[in-house]
DNA sequence: CTTATTGCAAACTCTTTGCATTGGA
DNA sequence: TCCAATGCAAAGAGTTTGCAATAAG
């Protein structure tokens, strides 16, 4: 298993993403640890985020757009996200009904599951 | 309203995607036109990709890499997909249950739901 | 001192756009 | 004839990569 150097680049990404708990882009990373005066190359953000997905502690999503964004989610029990449309707060989504319903549809259409995703857009009661 | 040229390349186009209903990428449908000898050029595929979507005949979705796929689907009625890994098949699954999981997701959370987009993935029973 | 990590710039991929040309109706 | 649609090539946006310089342990 390879190092892991606690450097100042990896420091301030983490310590944004641990202070903004919702999904955000490399792009908007990099600009504001740029207005925090923490200069770091947007090719570190990508490999950074890159690595904490890897290692489990991040979740990416891929928007609209087709652009990437990533938030802190710690994965034990699997979930879903509701998205606020407004603040872009994100609430997690336990799923057991969810995963019931699932295994319904896998007796009725043959479909062997192994995946699913699921996303709630909105509005949170704070923006309402 | 403006007019709608019925024209070769859009033919071609449509005809494509009425054979073959799994999510294609423009480039994948792009190829495919071209060892048909059908000579359309990409910026084609993605004009007329996008008035489909926008004429609501053509589902658009983008895959975990980011790209944008699209096919054929009637929208008529609210449902979601199940996507087979190995042949790309898609299954349209109703979502009745679903509406409900959601609308009491809406009463717990204080989530005003607008949206919901969900997805199961697996092997489909002819690729078993 | 060793080697993981960074920054920079170049390369890549997917998608969009401007503009002159083609071709439906 | 008129204007929508096309093709081409250039431009954009997001992301990845090679490599020399830097810094963690």
New binding site residues.
């Given amino acids: 298993m390879?190092?892991?150097?606690?450097?100042?680049?990896?420091g301030a990404i983490e310590r944004l993403l641990e202070s903004d708990r919702r999904y955000l882009?490399?792009?908007q990373i990099h600009t504001r640890l740029d207005v925090e005066q923490a200069?770091?190359?947007?090719?570190?953000v990508?490999?950074?985020l890159?690595r904490l997905h890897t290692k489990g502690t991040v979740s990416a999503r891929?928007d609209e757009?087709?652009?990437?964004t990533y938030m802190l989610c710690e994965p034990e029990h699997h979930h879903h996200h509701a998205i606020c449309r407004i603040c872009g707060r994100v609430e997690d989504v336990p799923c057991r009904a969810l995963d019931e319903f699932a295994s319904a549809l896998q007796q009725r259409y043959g479909f062997e599951l192994d995946g699913h995703a699921m996303e709630f857009s909105g509005v949170c009661n704070t923006c309402r």
Same sequence: chains 1, 2.
């Fill in positions: 390879r190092a892991d150097y606690a450097t100042r680049p990896r882009s490399a792009t200069r770091v190359s947007l090719a570190t990508y490999r950074t890159e891929v757009r087709g652009e990437t």
